[in-house]
DNA sequence: CGCAATATGTGAAATCCTTCACGAGTGAGC
DNA sequence: GCTCACTCGTGAAGGATTTCACATATTGCG
């Protein structure tokens, strides 16, 4: 077994867990325990363990720092992750203000916008220029970009971030941004989700299957 | 094959697709077209349709204006839909100014929150308080809301929410509220979707993405 | 100390999902 | 009207992912 995508996303899910655990005081942890609390079986926390050699004991589960130290080495945020804000607005000012990252390791260090009555260089947080993004981007070696601006220039505002040197972009703004060449780009569509939550609700009424036999 | 989670949510971005091509004034469309656009393969948007019925002409790809209209009556998006905003914070004021909601026939018909501050019974979209939101609910008939309020109350609140006959919830709280019985939880963890980005970023870097090609 | 209980680690099996490949219509062009 | 290039629809094949199941190791306990 291999790692894909879909394994690292997990195993930041049993660290944040293993975090929320730690505070709890937890010492050892079972796969069962963090399987019920990411969704999954606990064959497979034990297959995901394997495939990057964290190991446990026969009797005794995991040692919760261990587990907790090892992931964190696996998945490189050991350091601080620093990213910027593109598009200050309803959904962008929002992020830059949100607390929850911090605990995560994760600061906003900038804000660009258009908007010269958005800009203030002086706020905890300064928003800039958009113009000024790709020198900050350089001399900040900032390699990710949040990316809250409205559906019309985001992708040109993409192309422009890429340019800039970042590698790594969470998308708000409602087009499908295609990953490449070296390039990560993670899409939330927040409008898509609500339609999808609506749909399924109507097909838990309705029964799945509704096609023709 | 049957109508997976998976297949619904394809069907979605399908439907998303083709409304903006329609008003590009596109009339027909392949499946070459939307697998490109939604970023899988022709095959699959196919297959995707077949599960339902959706048939296009063997050499003359599929109606824009029919396929929407199939797919709207699949998904059941023929009618607006109905949501609240549940924590008119720093996110939940985002998400009920936004104006992207409108376009996928979304309404956010109401905020509520603890905070006697916030309430405002008069503005375009009320906020009132979430003692309210029981009688709200019920007699509106609401089935799906937005839970946007911090971390430690959002448990007890999406079961207060439950209680009053939610069967869908969208939560950003980072926690994870399990689907179950008869009600769809949609969790959006939005700090865990950047420290994905952070570690396939640095796997890439390191070319240890041992995965998919 | 020795035993029994219990959780891990992992090949094998099962399941799920996607792509392949090709027959079969069909519309465009001549 | 005929042809043929082109796209659909779909069973079968292929891959990927998850679960099963059990040998194995360890620990708590009497
Ligand atoms: N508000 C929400 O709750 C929400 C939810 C889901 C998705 N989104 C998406 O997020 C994006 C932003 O939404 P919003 O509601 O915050 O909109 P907004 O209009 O409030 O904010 C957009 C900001 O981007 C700035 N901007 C415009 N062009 C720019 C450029 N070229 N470079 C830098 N900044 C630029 C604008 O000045 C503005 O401040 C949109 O694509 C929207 O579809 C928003
Ligand atoms: N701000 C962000 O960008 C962001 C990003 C990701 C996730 N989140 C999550 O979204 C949630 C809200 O974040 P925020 O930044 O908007 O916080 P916030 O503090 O700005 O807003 C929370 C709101 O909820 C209200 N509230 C508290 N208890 C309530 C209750 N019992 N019933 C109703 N309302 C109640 C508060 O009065 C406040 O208005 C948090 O769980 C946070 O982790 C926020």
Same mark, same amino acid.
């Given at each position: 077994?291999?790692?894909?995508?879909?394994?690292?996303?997990?195993?930041?899910?049993?660290?944040?867990?293993?975090?929320?655990?730690?505070?709890? +005081?937890?010492?050892?942890?079972?796969?069962?325990?963090?399987?019920?609390?990411?969704?999954?079986?606990?064959?497979?926390?034990?297959?995901?363990?394997?495939?990057?050699?964290?190991?446990?004991?026969?009797?005794?589960?995991?040692?919760?720092?261990?587990?907790?130290?090892?992931?964190?080495?696996?998945?490189?945020?050991?350091?601080?992750?620093?990213?910027?804000?593109?598009?200050? +607005?309803?959904?962008?000012?929002?992020?830059?203000?949100?607390?929850?990252?911090?605990?995560?390791?994760?600061?906003?260090?900038?804000?660009?916008?258009?908007?010269?009555?958005?800009?203030?260089?002086?706020?905890?947080?300064?928003?800039?220029?958009?113009?000024?993004?790709?020198?900050?981007?350089?001399?900040?070696?900032?390699?990710?970009?949040?990316?809250?601006?409205?559906?019309?220039?985001?992708?040109?505002?993409?192309?422009?971030?890429?340019?800039?040197?970042?590698?790594?972009?969470?998308?708000?703004?409602?087009?499908?941004?295609?990953?490449?060449?070296?390039?990560?780009?993670?899409?939330?569509?927040?409008?898509?989700?609500?339609?999808?939550?609506?749909?399924?609700?109507?097909?838990?009424?309705?029964?799945?299957?509704?096609?023709?036999?």
């Amino acid at each position: 077994m291999s790692a894909t995508k879909e394994v690292v996303v997990r195993l930041t899910k049993y660290k944040n867990v293993l975090e929320k655990l730690r505070s709890l +005081g937890f010492v050892k942890v079972f796969s069962d325990n963090l399987a019920d609390a990411v969704g999954v079986s606990p064959a497979l926390v034990r297959k995901d363990f394997s495939v990057f050699g964290l190991t446990g004991k026969k009797r005794a589960g995991y040692q919760v720092d261990d587990l907790i130290a090892q992931l964190n080495r696996i998945l490189g945020v050991d350091e601080v992750q620093r990213v910027i804000v593109v598009g200050c +607005g309803k959904i962008g000012t929002a992020l830059m203000r949100y607390r929850g990252f911090a605990r995560e390791r994760i600061r906003v260090v900038a804000g660009f916008d258009v908007d010269p009555s958005k800009i203030d260089p002086n706020a905890p947080i300064p928003i800039r220029d958009i113009n000024e993004m790709p020198y900050i981007v350089k001399s900040e070696k900032i390699q990710v970009a949040i990316l809250a601006v409205p559906e019309t220039v985001a992708a040109q505002v993409a192309e422009a971030l890429i340019a800039a040197g970042i590698r790594g972009i969470l998308n708000f703004a409602p087009i499908l941004l295609k990953s490449q060449n070296n390039v990560v780009v993670q899409n939330i569509n927040i409008a898509l989700e609500l339609e999808n939550l609506f749909c399924l609700l109507r097909f838990a009424e309705q029964g799945l299957d509704r096609g023709r036999p």
